[in-house]
């Protein structure tokens, strides 16, 4: 499961001209989970998602959660972070999880961090998306599963 997490002032995301989600501060998260991803797993990452301390306090030290901040959620799925570009130019995404089964992760990672309290936004699974955001710093962090499961 890879995370890529954008600290953001203001996000949202359009499908066929609407915007379906929008936050403001918070966290822009574009999800991408792999075929042998599991629950447990999705646990770990949502769990370091939510307590990462990314945010500036009053000295200017990142040292704030998105608790602190009363931060935001915009969950995106993205298969294409499963890219392998190894051979060739063209990507194969053999990596990816399967349609229904990332749905469903994509969908119990949502429930979880509206679980934990957080106002969670979304995007639509499958969907083709534009995304916007104003990121805050820049400030990006990629968590992999492997990485730290």
């Given amino acids: 499961m890879k995370f890529v997490i954008q600290r953001v002032n203001e996000a949202s995301v359009k499908v066929d001209g609407n915007i379906i ?9 574009l999800i991408g989970v792999g075929q042998d991803d599991t ?13 990462l301390r ?7 030290k990142i040292n704030l959660s998105l608790t602190d901040v009363g931060g ?3 969950l995106i799925s993205q298969f294409t972070l499963y890219a392998n570009c190894k051979k060739g130019y ?11 089964m990332a749905n469903d992760m994509y969908e119990y990672i949502i429930s979880q961090c509206r679980a934990a309290g957080f106002h969670v936004e979304t995007g639509e ?19 992999d599963s492997k990485e730290i499961c």
């Avoid at 989600?21 to 998260?29: A, E, H, P, R, W």
């Fill in 72 to 74: 935001e959620l915009l």
């Fill in 90 to 100: 063209r990507p194969s995404f053999i990596e990816a999880g399967a349609p229904d």
């Fill in 39 to 51: 629950k447990e797993i999705a646990d770990k990452m949502v769990k370091k998602l939510l307590g």
């Fill in 21 to 29: 989600g929008q936050i403001n501060k918070g966290f822009l998260v």
């Fill in 54 to 60: 990314i945010f500036d306090d009053e000295n200017d």
């Fill in 125 to 143: 699974f499958g969907a083709d998306m534009k995304v916007s955001l104003q990121n805050d710093g820049p400030f990006t962090i990629v968590l």
